[in-house]
């Protein structure tokens, strides 16, 4: 198992290109199920969670063969509609390819997925939307069986106690693509994933207007084509860059920041008093080494254009170390402070109040041994292990490697003294022994 040691107290300079976005990517991957013609993905990012995906696209009876530079070919000549549980299991988002199997097919089954570390994320928006769509579906023994016979467009709604479903959103629109008649998404998913996930759909011959608006109206094809497309940079990477170069008090630009994609986060970076230009549509620099003061915030998480939940840990990090009282209110995984703990024992002063994160600034952090819990709780501990005195070191950074590619190379390029070593590297008194 490999562990990250970071030496802290490096400003980091330079530039640094953004990888294509794993929450997109995943649905664009589970979409080329949805026809037998040839489909080519570029910019997917070489994560574990688009591998597992592959893994399963595979399965489902695809070819999916590798073309370099980050491109793969996916042509599902044919599909089986079954998708077994010891690959579901390993990740959550898998649950995408329902709606493309059940636009693509007459039928399904789809193993339940499991629990998650950041709270509870049903699929009843999901199911209740194929319901909707004239889908009938049994659950045995955790095993969805979907009968997609009957499948037709329907008004259907998508709100849910903590707003629009992101995942159940992609899983809608690829069954609707596929299904006679007029389908309307009411409260859908605003997030840059999803419109990505249209526009390749429009790609494939869908017909959906509305594209970037909660109301989407899709027109059934009674078949789609193959197409070439290139993922969105991600949004969550890019701002996570930005944060490292801010709490480090470094000068770092940033490529593929989509300034379109991060408006709330920038709205909060600029009243903290992070200097930040926007040099393009899709280049952020953030100079750190010109804060005057940081300022305290307040932060609450929403659906999009909201502030998003995905950047939530690695602000938090930020703030610790910003003079006053800031407050981080989490409005979409309420429990997804795992990582408050982890910054408690590098000397942050922060309590948790219900859905709350109150965060009393501290002068400095100082390095320790830490547990990555998750993958933004992995991001968050490595901006805070940057930014402390002395060593840290993350653990289980496994996760990191869900939604970062090589992100301690890109972190040592910009002048990080950060490094991937085997957890038997730790110092005998952090192994116990």
């Known amino acids: 198992m490999d562990v990250l040691r970071i030496r802290g107290g490096n400003a980091l300079h330079g530039e640094v290109t953004v990888g294509g976005a794993k929450n997109a990517c995943l649905p664009l991957l589970a979409a080329t199920l949805l026809t037998d013609k040839p489909c080519v993905l570029r910019n997917v990012p070489d994560l574990s969670d688009s591998r597992f995906m592959i893994e399963i696209l595979r399965h489902q009876g695809a070819t999916v063969e590798p073309l370099g530079g980050n491109a793969w070919r996916i042509t599902a000549t044919e599909v089986q509609p079954k998708t077994p549980y010891e690959l579901v299991r390993k990740m959550r988002a898998s649950i995408c390819v329902m709606g493309a199997l059940v636009g693509r097919l007459s039928h399904a089954e789809i193993p339940l997925p499991g629990g998650c570390v950041i709270g509870q994320r049903p699929i009843d928006l999901h199911i209740k939307g194929l319901k909707k769509l004239g889908c009938s579906i049994e659950n045995h023994a955790g095993m969805m069986r979907i009968d997609a016979s009957k499948l037709r467009g329907a008004y259907v709604f998508l709100g849910g106690r903590y707003g629009s479903t992101v995942t159940g959103t992609a899983n809608i629109l690829m069954a609707a693509v596929r299904a006679p008649g007029i389908t309307h998404i009411d409260c859908a998913a605003c997030e840059p994933e999803v419109q990505d996930l249209c526009r390749m759909l ?33 949004r969550i990477e890019a701002g996570t860059h930005l944060l490292c170069g801010a709490i480090t008090r470094g000068d770092v630009t940033v490529h593929g920041a989509v300034a379109a994609h991060l408006g709330a986060f920038l709205d909060k970076m600029d009243e903290a008093g992070i200097p930040f230009e926007t040099l393009s549509p899709s280049d952020i620099r953030v100079r750190g080494d010109m804060i005057k003061t940081l300022r305290p915030i307040d932060i609450v998480t929403l659906p999009h254009p909201g502030f998003p939940t995905d950047l939530q840990a690695q602000f938090s990090a930020v703030l610790a170390l910003t003079p006053g009282l800031s407050i981080i209110t989490e409005r979409i995984y309420p429990n997804r402070f795992m990582h408050v703990p982890e910054l408690l024992r590098m000397g942050a002063d922060i309590a948790i109040e219900g859905p709350s994160a109150i965060i009393k600034g501290v002068p400095a952090l100082s390095g320790a041994p830490v547990m990555a819990s998750d993958l933004r709780a992995s991001a968050a501990l490595v901006l805070a292990g940057l930014a402390a005195e002395g060593e840290t070191w ?24 950060i490094v991937r070593l085997k957890h038997t590297d730790m110092p005998s008194e952090f192994l116990g022994e």
């Open 202 to 234: 429009v790609k494939m011959g869908a017909k959906i207007s509305g594209i970037g608006s909660p109301m989407l109206e899709i027109e059934g094809v009674e078949k789609l084509h193959g197409c070439e497309y290139t993922v969105i940079p991600d």
């Open 394 to 417: 993350v653990q289980r950074i496994y996760h990191l490697d869900r939604g970062y590619e090589k992100f301690e190379v890109q972190l040592a390029h910009l002048g990080a003294d």
